[in-house]
Antibody, heavy 120, light 107 residues
Framework: QLQLEESGSGLVRPSQTLSLTCTVSGDSMTSGPYSWTWIRQPPGKGLEWIGYIYRSGTTSYNPSLESRLSISIDTSKNQFSLKLTSVTAADTAVYYC????????????WGQGTTVAVSS | DIQMTQSPSSLSASIGDRVTITCRASQSISSYLNWYQHIPGRAPKLLIYAASSLQSGVPSRFRGSGSGTDFTLTISSLHPEDFATYYCQQTHSTPSTFGQGTKVEIK
């Protein structure tokens, strides 16, 4: 059974870079019609789509974050990663990774999420 | 960006009740509409994709309908494990966007 698990720094200083990794287990990231996605949920707010990456390395980002965002993939480690630069308190959120199924046009597997706080 | 508006934002219901949640898109999204269930501390779970297709393993009491701009998630008979927050999501256009959520609470 496919599982996704987020990891990374739980506390980031303002203006620094937020770095998270999603580790995929139970199947290879190179199989199937999938893209690998990041989503976040600020406290008390709704879900925000951050962006995704295909196994080829092709990416698509939310325009609201694009200037600060980088998503990368390492298929040899079955991982994909997010880097968000110049963070502010508005980037405080629970960050989720997920698998987007291109047949369904839906996120069919999610991680449990990891909390990131931006604070000095 | 396409705005997704869910209603109600919360509701109270009893075991066995029929529950209906609506989601409206700010422009037509055809059937590119998904529904998720989220229980705090757990991974969100896909219930319905493409507006009306039931994800494998999801109980048949969950039903999705609609197309264009108006969509509905119906739970035919509420079970104890259904108390959660439900989100709709459009994947018609980038960036994908979510509704603000509907919290289903025990009456």
């Amino acid at each position: 059974q496919l599982q996704l698990e987020e990891s990374g720094s739980g506390l980031v200083r303002p203006s620094q870079t937020l770095s998270l990794t999603c580790t995929v287990s139970g199947d290879s990231m190179t199989s199937g019609p999938y893209s690998w996605t990041w989503i976040r949920q600020p406290p008390g707010k709704g879900l925000e789509w951050i962006g995704y990456i295909y196994r080829s390395g092709t990416t698509s980002y939310n325009p609201s974050l694009e200037s600060r965002l980088s998503i990368s993939i390492d298929t040899s480690k079955n991982q994909f990663s997010l880097k968000l630069t110049s963070v502010t308190a508005a980037d405080t959120a629970v960050y989720y990774c997920g698998r987007h199924n291109s047949y369904y046009y839906a996120l069919d597997v999610w991680g449990q999420g990891t909390t990131v706080a931006v604070s000095s | 960006d396409i705005q997704m508006t869910q209603s109600p934002s919360s509701l109270s219901a009893s075991i066995g009740d029929r529950v209906t949640i609506t989601c409206r898109a700010s422009q037509s999204i055809s059937s590119y509409l998904n529904w998720y269930q989220h229980i705090p501390g757990r991974a969100p779970k896909l219930l319905i994709y493409a507006a009306s297709s039931l994800q494998s393993g999801v109980p048949s009491r969950f039903r999705g309908s609609g197309s264009g701009t108006d969509f509905t998630l119906t739970i035919s008979s509420l079970h104890p494990e259904d108390f959660a927050t439900y989100y709709c999501q459009q994947t018609h256009s980038t960036p994908s966007t979510f509704g603000q959520g509907t919290k289903v609470e025990i009456k």
